[in-house]
């Protein structure tokens, strides 16, 4: 099974170049970061409450990544009375290119991308990786398509992948325009199950703000 990291850089790649959908630097870093720290969430490494995520458990997962990731969120003795989500992002943040890498990598070995040289990528800039096994990126596209245009009740892996896809404003990667207006309500009532989405989706509110004010003030 691939964690959320895996199957969120698969929802970033254009289907066509192999390059990640454009987007600015700091939302990709957050979207990689919420993905991460959602798996940890599954792996029952943090916990989150309306206020704060908390490292319950410092064991190594035997995921080098997750692993990685979790030694950030621990690595000051204050942080065992928990931190703000928001903070959480940030730290994680600093190696999203990294995870990013990693994620190619484990999605190249098992065949699902191939990686060529020669074309300028968004992020990486001289490889693209077009998806040679595409069952995978399909599978995912297609789950999340049907828990959004039905009432089947979702796994709890997928209405996080939802959230995740929602707070990072990519929904259009899986719905059509006219499905995606449709889909609100059904969307808006998943997202509130999850509370690492809302930061996630906070936090991208608060860059494109930013972004705003920094390109009107120019």
Not at 146 to 167: F, G, K, M, N, S
Not at 178 to 185: H, N, S
Not at 186 to 211: H, P, S, Y
Request: glycine share 4%.
């Amino acid at each position: 099974m691939l964690g959320f990291v895996e199957e969120t850089t698969l929802l970033l790649l254009d289907d066509a170049s192999g390059e990640f959908v454009d987007m600015p630097v700091s939302g990709f870093a957050t979207v990689i970061a919420g993905a991460a720290l959602m798996d940890l969430a599954m792996h029952n490494r943090v916990d989150t409450d309306l206020e704060k995520l908390t490292v319950v458990d410092k064991t190594p997962t035997g995921d080098a990544l997750l692993d990685d990731a979790l030694s950030l969120l621990s690595r000051d003795p204050e942080d065992a009375n928990g931190m703000r989500i928001l903070e959480a992002i940030d730290r994680i943040g600093l190696k999203a290119q990294d995870y990013a890498a990693e994620a190619l990598k484990r999605l190249t070995a098992l065949g699902i991308l191939k990686q060529e040289s020669g074309r300028v990528l968004w992020v990486f800039r001289t490889r693209r990786y077009p998806t040679i096994d595409d069952r995978e990126e399909r599978e995912v596209k297609a789950r999340l398509h049907q828990i959004l245009t039905t009432d089947e009740i979702p796994d709890p892996r997928d209405v996080v992948l939802i959230c995740l896809v929602a707070a990072c404003k990519i929904m259009e990667l899986i719905l059509s325009p006219e499905e995606l207006e449709k889909a609100e309500p059904r969307i808006e009532q998943l997202r509130k199950m999850d509370l690492i989405g809302q930061a996630v989706a906070k936090a991208v509110n608060e860059i494109e703000f930013i972004f705003r004010y920094s390109t009107s003030a120019a």
